[in-house]
């Protein structure tokens, strides 16, 4: 059984093979030139600085510039990123899809049925082996991704948490791709057409993903608040990756009365018409800057729980799937 499911894959692992050692090649020589680049523009002693001390006087200036160079170079490689968002779908797609619904469309499982196979045997060696080929897909595309992306995660002001980053790297994209591998070969059981089957991977999988990112993600754990005020202050470290969820100006009994804002005025200063800075956006005495956000540190820690979510997914399905396959005919 597994030679035979072999055979009927070979095709496709030759193909992901292929294209992985070619996506490999092309991240090796751009990573190691954003990695030179990152280096030559003096921006890993930036970033060490800044989360260490803080913007001192002259130096936001200068590594501002000195990142908004390294961008314009190697900016447009983040197009590149939107492939490495549509791996895990694509391998549902074309893995997970026609693992249950080709062999029925074509009539194929009928003859292995009648070689003494049973279908609990016979679902779950298909089952394990491209699971375990999506597995290690997975593994190298998410983690080589991780170290390609590396200079620019650490950007002017970026946060890994946001969505276009967070899910092309790290360990989130073994768990997608398991989910799509399996959603599609549930698919499979519920239509055993190929297209119907695909159709229904790629609606499940985009909403599921849509779904998590923006009702669960917020929310695996409770979100802290950082308060400073609008006048005399310093502004809060933009290069410890925190992702900000909300934020805004408060006034001194805690409303909030300028959402999604911050003012920050130098002591004593005054707005164009002599009153105190922030008075002409309602802003009175006792006013303060605020932000919910999930901090940085945590993001392994969100990858690891998103990974988990989307496994156990799979492995629903995957016994939802072999349930189903009893009952085909």
Known sequence: MM???????????????????????LMAATGLAMRNAF????????????????????????????????YDQYDILNLVGVLFLALPLIVGLFWGAPLIAREVEQGTHRLVWTQ?????????VKFGLIGAAALVASVAYGLGV????????QGWEQSRFDAFFFDMQGVAPIGYTLFAVALGAFAGTVW???????????????????????LARPR??????????????????????DWVLSNGVRDASGKLVAPNSEVICPPGATGPDGRVCGADLGIGPGAYNWQLYQPGSRYWLFQTIETGVFAALAALLIVLAVRRIRRLA
Do not use: I, K
């Open 146 to 153: 991780s170290w390609w992306m590396s200079p620019l995660n």
């Open 39 to 70: 280096d030559d523009y003096g921006l890993a002693e930036c970033v060490t600085r800044f989360r260490d001390v803080g913007a001192g006087p002259g130096l936001g200036e200068t590594c501002n510039r000195a990142f908004n160079q390294f």
């Open 192 to 214: 055993p057409r190929m297209l119907p089957a695909m159709a229904a991977t790629l609606v499940g999988f985009v909403g599921v993903r849509v779904a998590v990112a923006v």
């Open 3 to 25: 030679w035979l499911t072999w055979r009927q894959h070979r095709r496709e692992a030759f193909f992901a093979l292929a294209a992985l050692a070619v996506l490999g090649t």
């Open 220 to 241: 695996y754990l409770p979100a802290e608040e950082l308060t400073y005020p609008v006048q005399g202050a310093t502004e809060p470290n933009r290069v410890g990756g």
């Open 116 to 124: 003494g196979v049973s279908r609990r045997h016979w679902v779950l």
